[in-house]
């Protein structure tokens, strides 16, 4: 089994995350991070019902989140 990811290093990461979807009038909040290292978000703002979020979430959010906590295996969007 996987070590568990640190929920404080996600949420360091997160953090930086959000500046950039602030920006554009978006957010996110962590939810939870299951037992296989998955981080589950709800996403905020802008970013809801935003045809780009799944792509944002695939392309930015998880890759910053993995070469910032190496043991994440993936992030989905929850509501």
């Known amino acids: 089994m ?3 990811v640190s929920r404080e290093k996600v ?3 997160l953090g930086e995350i959000r500046k950039v979807l602030q920006r554009d009038g978006g ?3 962590l939810v939870d991070i299951t ?3 998955q981080v589950q ?4 703002g ?3 019902g935003c045809p780009g979020a799944q792509m944002t979430l695939n392309m930015v959010v998880q890759q910053i989140l993995q070469e910032a906590v190496p ?3 993936g992030v989905v969007n929850v509501q």
Not at 41 to 44: A, T
């Open 41 to 44: 978000v709800k996403l905020q």
């Open 35 to 37: 037992e296989d290292n």
């Open 2 to 4: 996987a070590e568990k």
């Open 11 to 13: 949420e360091a990461a």
């Open 27 to 29: 957010d996110l909040e």
């Open 46 to 48: 802008h970013c809801v």
């Open 71 to 73: 043991e994440v295996t």
